[in-house]
């Protein structure tokens, strides 16, 4: 197994640009999630998902937007990026158990906006 | 979803023995205590899990008292690829989509040749 996925690694984008960071799992999770680290903090979930069709809001939602189309992809969309959102992207996956709790977690996508 | 505190950073030399602390006063009756690892430029990757007493698995052990209002980490003889961030969570006990992970600052590990 892969496990999870992340593409690309790298990106830089000048503000107002738009991108997708795509992310896929090969473990059949039914839970995905899209994080964001900023530089010496904790992660912080942006969005996450039950099931292919069903996506909800995390903490920190606003400036993305993400859809489920599939049980293996959980693309991040970013419209009319911002220097704010400069950060690294993880996304994760899991089966929803509670034990153990474990979340499966990407190589992430180290994102700049200038 | 409790709150939880544990050191900002700790320094310890190869093969000793580290245990982290970490509080978490306001943890309720279904919550598990949950410790994940982070490598500098990677995602981070579970350790272990606990509910109460001790837990072990082939890389860690977890110290769990009967008030519950604290946990240790407990990482036996450290090498140098053991310098990361060490996150201590709380997760409901039941599961599925609202069991969130939350993560503070987390503890920087350093250890030193």
């Known amino acids: 197994n892969a496990g999870v996925t992340q593409t690309p690694k790298f990106r830089i984008l000048k503000i107002g640009q738009s991108m997708t960071l795509q992310c896929t799992q090969d473990m059949n999770h039914n839970y995905m999630y899209w994080y964001r680290q900023d530089p010496g903090m904790g992660l912080k979930l942006i969005y996450y998902?039950?099931?292919?069709?069903?996506?909800d809001k995390g903490e920190v939602p606003n400036g993305y937007n993400v859809s489920r189309s599939t049980t293996e992809d959980f693309p991040l969309r970013l419209e009319l990026a911002a220097p704010s959102q400069t950060s690294v992207y993880f996304c994760a996956s899991s089966t929803g158990l509670a034990d153990p709790y474990e979340q499966y977690f990407g190589p992430g996508t180290r994102l700049t906006v200038t | 979803l409790a709150k939880t505190t544990q050191p900002i950073s700790m320094d310890s030399y190869e093969g000793q023995e580290v245990n982290i602390t970490c509080s978490h006063n306001n943890i309720a009756t279904n919550d598990y205590i949950t410790w994940y690892q982070q490598f500098p430029s990677q995602g981070p990757r579970f350790i272990i899990q606990?509910?109460?007493t001790k837990v072990t698995n082939e890389v860690a052990s977890l110290f769990i008292p009967a008030d519950r209002k604290s946990s240790t980490l407990s990482l036996p003889r450290v090498s140098l690829s053991d310098t990361a961030v060490y996150y201590c969570l709380v997760v409901l006990n039941y599961g599925g989509a609202t069991n969130k992970l939350i993560f503070g600052t987390g503890t920087l590990l350093a250890v030193q040749p």
């Open positions: 606990g509910y109460k």
């Open positions: 998902s039950v099931g292919a069709g069903i996506t």
